[in-house]
């Protein structure tokens, strides 16, 4: 009986920066195991660093761009909201403003 709560506090989780995976035994609190991520890093040389140095620039700037792209079409997509609120609220009268004694 034992042997089955032990199987159930045991928890298996991966690292969602690195890839890791721990098992951890949520019982006890402690590290039962852990096994390194296949990295991509650990077989480059310092030789290669200049090439890897270029590869994450040309990716941040990419990501860059993209995400200066979206927000210029958000802008507009905004403007366009707000103009269209503005014309309804030409047609509607104001609202009446709630008094404090309107709410008893």
Same mark, same amino acid.
């Given at each position: ?21 721990? @098992?951890? $035994? =949520? +019982? !006890?609190?402690?590290?039962? #195991? ?9 077989? /480059?040389? @310092?030789? $290669? =660093? +200049? !090439?890897?140095?270029?590869? #994450? ?9 993209? /995400?200066?792209?979206? $927000?210029? +079409?958000?802008?507009?997509?905004? #403007? ?25």
């Amino acid at each position: 009986m034992s042997g089955e709560s032990e199987k159930r506090s045991v928890v298996e989780t991966e690292c969602p920066c690195c890839g890791a995976r721990l @098992l951890i $035994d =949520a +019982g !006890k609190g402690v590290v039962l #195991e852990g096994r390194d991520a296949a990295g991509v890093r650990k077989g /480059i040389d @310092l030789k $290669d =660093a +200049g !090439k890897v140095l270029q590869e #994450e620039s040309a990716r941040i700037h990419e990501r860059y761009r993209r /995400i200066v792209e979206a $927000d210029k +079409g958000r802008g507009a997509s905004m #403007e366009a909201k707000f103009k269209d609120f503005i014309e309804k609220a030409k047609d509607e009268p104001p609202p009446k403003p709630v008094r404090d004694i309107d709410l008893d």
